[in-house]
């Protein structure tokens, strides 16, 4: 079995720390950071971490046992010829930097969410991976989550019947939280085409087509299937699907699932009512882990992934087409067809 060389640029939470914070958390199975996810696989070796600031690269080293640090991420992976960069940095470095490492040769990326803060910068990021066939995965982590997979695959067994529409419950900005709902989204059905975004902007001001804070937001997506798929600005981030034979939801943060059927037809008008099917149990797994090992998979059979560059920027542009439809007066925005320009900035 090849063992893989790993290297991550960012030292702080998703590169290092971040299981600490949620160790407790029912939502998450750990390991949750790129390192410790290197420390839990036989296939992932971490040899190198680079990071602007030397306190954070100390404490990478004594945390992790890495000698390889570095300043420069250029000359870590000229020295360290990794086989996997991940890229953890702040949001408005994530696509300057992805590109970067697709130029540099690295043959996989794992590429902080969200990928770009406009589509100019999303487009230079999936222009990079195409061009070098980087093998590409993103931290969006609920496509990778074996208790969504298991929503996913009662929907495609027709479990609901035909999917009529979608809902994402919670209250989120656009880029750092809606990013993640709108991925899951489209993952549970199947990933269809959003052919067209109307959105709202509940907090920020577009000036000179830039929003300098993340804004909260709401949306409408309308999928090339004709399902339609809304965000409900209160909840736990609950997902359900709404079929005709039935609906499926994703309770707290993914944590449990339920599914309820039309049953037989009853009395004299021959009513049906929802009954509550069992579901098979589900034993959490590490979703960084599972996104990790996707792309050695699909590297290995030359396959794309779960995650792969498309999809990726094809959900980045229908987030930004909530910004765009807000700045157009609230209108529906075709996608693709996103103003390259509008910029939306993501810590």
């Known amino acids: 079995m090849k063992v893989y060389r790993v290297a991550i640029i960012g030292l702080g939470r998703m590169g290092s720390t971040i299981d ?72 408005e470095n994530h696509a300057q930097l992805g590109a970067a490492v697709a130029n540099l040769g690295v043959p996989m990326l794992y590429l902080e969410k969200a990928i770009g803060c406009s589509m100019e910068e999303a487009d230079l990021v999936r222009e990079a991976c195409l061009k070098n066939k980087t093998v590409f995965n993103t931290g969006v982590l609920r496509r990778f989550d074996v208790r969504y997979r298991v929503v996913r695959e009662a929907i495609e067994r027709g479990d609901v019947g035909e999917p009529i529409a979608a809902v994402h419950y919670a209250a989120t900005n656009l880029l750092h939280g809606h990013i993640h709902s709108i991925d899951t989204l489209s993952y ?8 067209r975004v109307q959105g709202e902007l509940r907090s920020g001001e577009i000036v000179n087509n830039r929003v300098d804070k993340d804004p909260n937001a709401i949306y409408r997506l309308a999928f090339e299937t004709g399902v339609e798929a809304w965000t409900v600005p209160a909840g736990h981030w609950e997902f359900e699907v709404l079929g005709k034979e039935g609906t499926i939801r994703s309770f707290n943060n993914g944590v449990s699932q339920s599914l309820r059927r039309l049953g037989d037809p009853v009395g004299e008008k021959k009513r049906r009512m929802l009954e509550t099917i069992d579901l098979p149990d589900v034993t959490p797994k590490s979703a960084v882990l599972d996104c990790l090992e996707d792309l050695l998979d699909a590297y290995e059979n030359q396959r794309p992934t779960l995650g792969h560059v498309e999809v990726t920027h094809h959900i980045t542009e229908a987030c930004l087409a909530v910004a765009q439809s807000h700045r157009d007066g609230g209108g529906w925005v075709d996608v693709p067809g996103v103003d390259r320009d509008l910029y939306v900035y993501h810590v």
């Open 20 to 91: 600490e914070e949620v160790i407790d958390y029912p939502a998450v199975a750990l390991p949750y950071s790129i390192a410790a996810c290197c420390a839990h696989s036989n296939r992932l070796e971490l040899v190198a971490g680079a990071d602007l600031l030397p306190e954070k690269r100390d404490a990478f080293g004594k945390k992790w046992g890495t000698k390889a640090l570095y300043e420069d991420f250029v000359t870590m992976i000229e020295e360290e010829k990794p086989d996997l960069v991940a890229v953890c940095t702040k949001g």
């Open 188 to 195: 549970l059905l199947g990933d269809p085409a959003i052919t």
